[in-house]
């Protein structure tokens, strides 16, 4: 019942949906962890391989099935695989397609996590990673070996919002023989498909817009079947696959996932802008701006400016946490994704651990605040933020 034409929003609410002998309507929960077989024959089937079906749950369920299809139809991609965070699809992606010996070129500015497993655990392991400019594709193609395999980006860059222009990228990892994989998590495929902009492959922290209600973890890697086969081999031996519970979260959470991104994104914008004009304000980073040095590209890759608004105030530390602390509503907490507003101030948070002189140079400095725009009323938000900045 599937049309391969359908829009983004029929796709979001209609795809992987296959129903059981009840006619459910809405998307079963199958909390199962095996199956049976109706004999020992088709036991011995299923496990050779010779007949399709669930085995184990390690291996497939089928609302993490459901889950799968209905992403991979919104990213456009060939074959989804569901992970139990979005650590997990970066680490499952990377036992998928390399070996020791093999070398990643990655954007400097990526999630602390993904920066930690790669230049510290994939290392012990002979994989090694050479950090670039997000920004200047010639750092790319400068860093590149003859055993580089991956290129690794996250955009926009958090909390700076610095993007990396994803067709360029594709043509320099095509050139040096390498695949280009996407985080793509702050835009989500409601925002940007870096598939058809020449990306090999997408990863996702579900955790973050595709749940959208800060409920669970999970986490996604897509691509063509070919390169995902190496992916889900990994997940079953290994085992860091997602929950049937989690899938069906979001499952549900991806209907509503292009409206979520639109009102959020249409209230980030509308603070952005309000943040401009304040005297108290250094600078706003947001894709959606005019002022943003990169808002050709956004307009390019992105069909909007998502939710997050990164903007520094004047008088440092001090008055950056002036601004969170005398916020009423707004939460204060790292986390983002969630249709509650959350604010943070990334160099005592999420960017401490780095020198402090690293962090100037990354340009995160003492008055730099990044507000994750939920579902409020616009107005809220920025009265609730007005309270500290003047
Ligand atoms: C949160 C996040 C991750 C990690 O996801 P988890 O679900 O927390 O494991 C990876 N990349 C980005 C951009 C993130 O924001």
Known sequence: MMEDDFGFDTLAVRSGVHRSQFNEHSE???????FVFESAEQAAARFSGAEPGNIYARFTNP????FQERLAALEGAETCVATSSGMAAILSCAMGL??????????????????????????????????????????????????????????????????????A??????????????????????????????????VHSATKYIDGQGRVLGGAVLGSAEL??????????????MSAFNAWIFLKGLETLRIRMEAQSRSALELAKWLESQP???????????????????????????????????????????????????????NLGDSKST?????????????????????????????????????????DLSRGIG
Not at 28 to 34: E, F, G, I, V
Not at 63 to 66: K, S
Not at 288 to 313: C, D, N, R, T
Request: proline content about 5%.
């Open 343 to 383: 604010i943070t101030h990334p160099a005592t948070t999420t960017h401490g651990r780095i020198s402090p002189e690293a962090r100037e140079a990354a340009g995160i400095r003492e008055g730099l605040l990044r507000v994750a725009v939920g579902l409020e009323s616009a107005e809220d938000i920025i009265a």
């Open 280 to 334: 108290s304000i250094e600078r706003v980073y947001y894709p959606g701006l005019p002022s943003h040095p990169q808002y050709e590209l956004a307009k390019i890759q992105q069909s909007m400016g998502g939710a997050i608004v990164s903007f520094e105030v004047k008088g440092g530390r001090e008055a950056a946490w002036k601004v969170v602390d005398s916020t009423r509503m707004i939460s204060i907490t790292a």
């Open 169 to 202: 990228l594709a043509a320099v990892a095509k050139r040096v023989g390498a695949k280009l994989a996407v985080d793509n998590c702050f835009c989500t495929p409601a925002i940007q498909k870096p598939l058809e902009l020449g990306a090999d492959i997408v």
């Open 63 to 66: 609302t993490v099935t459901a």
């Open 28 to 34: 079963a929960m199958y909390l199962t962890s095996s």
């Open 98 to 167: 390399l070996s020791a010996g093999d070398h990643i070129v990655s954007s400097r500015s990526i999630f602390g996590s993904t920066v930690q497993l790669f230049g510290n655990i994939l290392k012990r392991f002979g994989i090694e990673t050479t950090f670039v400019s997000a920004s200047d594709p010639s750092e790319w193609e400068k860093a590149s070996k003859p055993n580089t395999r991956l290129f690794f980006v996250e955009t926009p860059s958090n909390p700076l919002m610095e993007l990396s222009d994803i067709a």
């Open 228 to 241: 995902m086969e190496g992916v889900r081999n990994f997940l079953r031996t290994a085992g860091p696959t």
